[in-house]
């Protein structure tokens, strides 16, 4: 991939209310995900100092980091976001001093190397510059600490409800590709395409056997994102390296049912701001799929874990 890509930062710009809707429509996130989190970091002779939450958007997970680390960095480019990450910190915890602010895309991040004990970037690593992105993360890790990468990507539905989900959901990304240039949504798609496949954990930098786990893909490999037809990605690239450790399971903290309502916050809460009219033509028709009642969907998750060496 190019190395001086101009990255879309604006996107997530967003205030209180966008982020409100973001956090009915995404899922409750588990404790068994900052557990396995905190298991393998703590096995792998991480220490609980700074952890730094990269494009953290409205900072809940952030706060939820503050639980067991000393000092959690706060970082976005999206000023907007990064106040309501602001204001949410603030109300909800009793030691802001724990937690500092870095308004910036993580491929400028200046924190000094070997200065941090994880880095935790949860559904944003995509939006970068990726190897640039990589190659500063790793740069600010200190020995032993933990990478950890994640995606939640797109939810899936009953039988019933998806074609109809996935219909509205390539119908919205055809309206950014209206907006972005083709080859930016492409590139965005392609680095989330398998599950982060292409995202490279070199033993150089790395100890062998990074872990993979893939959950609820339901023997579907490409489940973590991609709508079919119009929403793919460039070619599919892996860069799985020969010892990474590929895992897999079903969890049920990550099923729910939902109801006309969480099916609009959900595709409310991707950048996508498509137009109205065709938006609710796809609402209507998925309403009376559900007529007045409930369907059941789940979250495909992948997680990336390794841990520096050098
Ligand atoms: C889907 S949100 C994820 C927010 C949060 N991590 C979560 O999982 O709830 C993606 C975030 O990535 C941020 N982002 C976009 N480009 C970025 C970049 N180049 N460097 C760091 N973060 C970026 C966006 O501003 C946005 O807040």
């Given at each position: 991939m190019p190395s001086d890509i101009k990255t879309e930062?604006?996107?997530?710009?967003?205030?209180t209310e966008f982020w409100r809707n973001y956090r009915i429509g995404r899922p409750a996130i588990p404790s068994s995900f900052y557990q396995r989190f905190y298991d393998y970091h703590a096995t792998h002779?991480?220490?609980?100092?700074t952890v730094h939450d990269v494009g953290?958007?409205?900072g809940e997970l952030s706060l939820e980091l503050s639980k067991r680390f000393d000092h959690v960095i706060v970082s976005d480019p999206a000023p907007k976001s990064l106040d309501v990450a602001r204001e949410l910190i603030g109300a909800a915890?009793?030691?802001?001093?724990k937690f500092s602010f870095r308004q910036e895309r993580v491929e400028d991040c200046e924190l000094?190397?070997?200065?941090?004990?994880a880095i935790f970037c949860c559904n944003?690593?995509?939006?970068?510059?990726l190897d640039k992105a990589m190659a500063i993360s790793t740069d600010q890790l200190?020995?032993?600490g933990t990478l950890f990468i994640c995606l939640n990507g797109i939810p899936k539905y009953d039988s019933a409800v998806q074609p109809s989900w996935w219909s509205m959901v390539d119908n919205c990304l055809a309206d950014v590709k209206k907006r972005m240039p083709k080859a930016d949504v492409e590139r965005i798609l392609a680095i989330q395409d398998?599950?982060?496949?292409?995202i490279a954990l070199p033993e150089s930098d790395f100890e062998p056997g990074a872990v993979r786990l893939k959950l609820n893909m339901m023997g579907d490999p490409a489940a973590s994102v991609q709508a079919p037809e119009s929403s793919k990605g460039g070619p599919h690239v892996s860069n799985?390296?020969?010892?990474d450790r590929l895992e897999e399971g079903v969890e049920e903290d990550w099923f729910f049912d939902v109801d006309i309502e969480g099916l609009r916050a959900t595709v409310g809460?991707?950048?996508?701001?498509?137009?109205p009219d065709m938006l609710e033509r796809h609402l209507s028709k998925l309403d009376t799929i559900l007529a007045g009642g409930t369907c059941r969907g789940h979250w495909p998750v992948s997680i990336l874990m390794a841990t520096r060496r050098t």
């Open positions: 930062s604006t996107l997530f710009d967003r205030r002779g991480g220490s609980f100092g953290a958007g409205f915890s009793s030691s802001f001093n000094p190397k070997a200065s941090v004990d944003a690593i995509h939006w970068t510059d200190k020995l032993h398998n599950g982060y496949d292409c799985v390296g020969p010892h809460s991707y950048p996508f701001d498509p137009d």
